[in-house]
């Protein structure tokens, strides 16, 4: 391991909530608390829009993630934190996360509304997310809070339960969870790419579980980031990031598997209109740099821990040591891809090489983890690549002016790719 663990599943710091959740793309507040006692929780339900549909809890699954059906509802399957390697702290909650099917709309709706029915003892949390499917991808999950808009129409919805609860503690029981979608409200304009310069750490953990319930392998490919807000589901790049050392000569598209490093709500990707926590701060700023760098916070965490290193991402073995060749924890260049448009690619076999040219002949300047999600400006004619699924000439053009085979390509959305 290259330092002590900073990720740890999010605790709800809330003290009250409307009774009426709205899922969307803005501002987002924490999980449903605790009632006095432990009382049932009953959010009354939103007033009747265009699609009203309940949440199938029925169904759990190998993408949910320490979850078990009960016959009074959703709960935990263990209520005891996830062990986080060798010298780490180990989280103060346990937590788990189902992931409901995606459904499709009768229309595109540019709101979703829902409502919960759960019962939530004393220091257990329940929370419901949603995100929508654009033509450019998916809209990051947002915690469901009072009503804001999405940023264009979406024609799919997706949502995800997360419970949590103290070590050794009762867990929340969900019953029911209503939505409704709604296809007045006003659409903003679209929001394009954005890149910072952050801190990166190495995850190691091999053998342990992320917060999407993948297994960590030796070498693996993919980067952690401090918020749930990115998080792709698992066995998906649905939420990827390229990742580029500071000088250029080296990047890695990586999918987005787990939360940290030291904070689980902090976004800082976003403009501070949306921005979950710590809103004072610059867009682009990492609570964790700030801490470090200028004691923001008390030199503190969410957690309340002292920051020992500014990080903002986490990168897997293979992404740090192969993609990007690191030797150290480093600044590196970060695009948040979701947060762009325009054509992408889905790297269906990986990690596969990035080349300058359309030939293997060209020199490489980095690799595309299987199940990322690569942006593609054009295609050219180059070098015959037989892949797992075609053989062809093409090559594509990324944003970045680097080059990959369509061989290894195994779906294109996002619009029509040109020629270049």
């Known amino acids: 391991m290259s330092r002590p663990r900073c990720r740890i599943p999010s605790v709800a710091l809330v003290a009250t909530l409307a009774l009426l959740l709205t899922a969307a793309l803005l501002p987002a507040a924490g999980p449903v608390p605790a009632a006095p006692g432990g009382a049932p929780i009953t959010l009354v339900a939103a007033a009747p829009g265009d699609e009203r549909w309940s949440a199938d809890l029925t169904t ?106 103290p070590a050794g503690g009762a867990t929340a029981t969900v019953r029911r969870v209503q939505l409704t979608a709604d296809a007045n409200a006003a659409v903003s304009a679209a929001t ?52 580029c050392t500071t000088n250029g000569s080296r990047c890695e598209y990586a999918p987005v598997w787990d939360v940290g490093p030291w904070n689980t709500r902090d976004d800082y990707w976003n403009p501070s209109s949306v921005r979950e926590n710590w809103k004072n701060l610059p867009q682009g700023r990492p609570e964790a740099q700030a801490a470090y760098q200028s004691g923001y916070n008390g030199g503190r965490d969410q957690f309340g821990r002292t920051v020992l290193n500014p990080a903002g991402i986490d990168l897997a073995d293979g992404t740090f040591w192969d993609g990007l060749r690191l030797t150290t924890n480093a600044w590196v260049d970060v695009a948040y891809l979701w947060t762009g448009g325009g ?78």
Request: aromatic letters at 6%; glycine letters at 12%.
């Open 192 to 243: 394009p790419g954005r890149t910072y310069r952050v801190y990166a750490t190495r995850i190691g953990l091999v053998g342990e579980l992320t917060a999407n319930g993948r297994t960590v392998q030796p070498r693996d490919h993919f980067a952690a980031l401090p918020s749930r807000r990115g998080l792709s589901p698992l066995n998906t790049g649905d939420y990827t990031v390229r990742v």
């Open 60 to 165: 759990v699954d190998g993408d949910d993630v320490n979850v078990r059906r009960t016959a009074a509802g959703l709960r935990l399957r263990e209520a005891r934190p996830a062990r986080r390697g060798a010298g780490s702290p180990h989280s103060a909650v346990a937590e788990g996360m189902l992931l409901t099917a995606p459904r499709t709309l009768a229309r595109p709706a540019t709101r979703v509304r829902a409502t919960i029915d759960a019962a939530v003892p004393s220091g257990a949390t329940a929370e419901v997310q949603v995100r929508g499917a654009r033509a450019t991808g998916w809209t990051e999950w947002r915690a469901a809070t009072a009503g804001t808009a999405f940023d264009r129409p979406v024609t799919r919805v997706q949502t995800r339960v997360v419970l949590t609860a």
């Open 343 to 420: 054509p992408r690619g889905v790297v269906g076999d990986g990690p596969l090489n990035i080349r300058t040219g359309a030939s293997t002949a060209y020199q490489t300047r980095g690799l595309a983890a299987r199940l990322a999600h690569v942006p593609i400006q054009c295609y050219v004619t180059g070098q015959s690549v037989a892949g797992p699924y075609r053989t062809t000439t093409r090559w594509n053009r990324l944003a970045s002016g680097q080059y990959v085979s369509h061989a290894y390509i195994s779906s294109v959305y996002g619009g029509g790719v040109p020629a270049c």
